[in-house]
């Protein structure tokens, strides 16, 4: 078993006497869906809010934002055990969660580049951007492969893997600036050439996100060829 799915069956176990209650209670897997939906908006309202104030250095926003994000992030977990072990299960129940995960994404990063834009840090806006696209192309290859009769789930940088990296990094970044402050720089010796500064904790993971969730989106479909081609040859 990859490590991946160790972490995913100890996330379930951990999380398993609360599903339990969730269905106890009549909570269906759409309402967390919902929930989760309503969490990532308030992620992005959370960077919005941090870009109106008059201060760069000001990254306790940034860290707030990331810890919304890991506990939003649970819901999205949540939602499937309920409905599998609430024996609730639905084709509109998968779609409902396939979109709404594609909104949440699309708002949270809608408040990333929103904050990253409003303070001029624009080339780290850009590879966020870049990162959205990756994010919703791989999304999009494994819908459209599976579309054609194809299953496409391979690749790191899916989902979770991307929930826990935006959030640990701006999480990361809001505790750091307690520690060096929210304007520190670090300069290349004898250069005015910036090397660092506290935000590059959060932005450079948004950096490698941007390369990564393309090179697994091309991934996605370069599988997708080859099961087609070997689907031609059976035949």
């Known amino acids: 078993m990859k490590l991946r ?3 995913q069956q100890l996330i379930y176990k951990i999380i398993h006497p609360l599903v339990k209650f969730l269905i106890k209670i009549g909570c269906t897997p759409n309402i967390i869906t919902f929930t989760g939906f309503i969490l990532n908006i308030g992620v992005a309202v959370i960077f919005i809010t941090g870009a109106q104030e008059d201060n760069r250095g000001q990254l306790s926003y940034v860290g707030w934002a990331g810890a919304l994000i890991l506990f ?3 819901f999205d977990m949540i939602d499937g055990q309920v409905a599998r072990i609430g024996n609730m299960s639905s084709k509109y129940g998968a779609l409902f969660d396939s979109v709404l995960d594609r909104y949440s994404e699309l708002v949270m990063f809608l408040g990333i580049c929103y ?3 409003a303070y001029h840090y624009f080339l780290s806006s850009l590879f966020a951007f870049v990162a959205l696209i990756g994010s919703m192309m791989i999304s999009y290859t494994r819908a ?3 579309g054609l009769g194809i299953q496409n789930k391979g690749g790191f940088m899916q989902r979770p893997e991307r929930i826990v990296l935006t959030g640990l990094s701006a999480l990361a970044c809001g ?3 307690n520690f060096i402050g929210g304007d520190y720089k670090l300069y290349l010796p004898g250069t005015s050439i910036r090397i660092f500064e506290t935000i ?3 932005t450079l993971p948004i950096t490698v996100m941007a390369v990564l969730t393309n090179i697994t989106a091309i991934r996605r479909l370069l599988d997708a060829k080859k099961a087609m081609e070997a689907l031609k040859e059976d035949k």
């Open 175 to 177: 505790i750091t600036s």
């Open 115 to 117: 904050y990253l834009v």
């Open 200 to 202: 590059t904790v959060f």
């Open 72 to 74: 939003s992030g649970l």
């Open 5 to 7: 799915d160790r972490l």
């Open 144 to 146: 459209r492969s599976e």
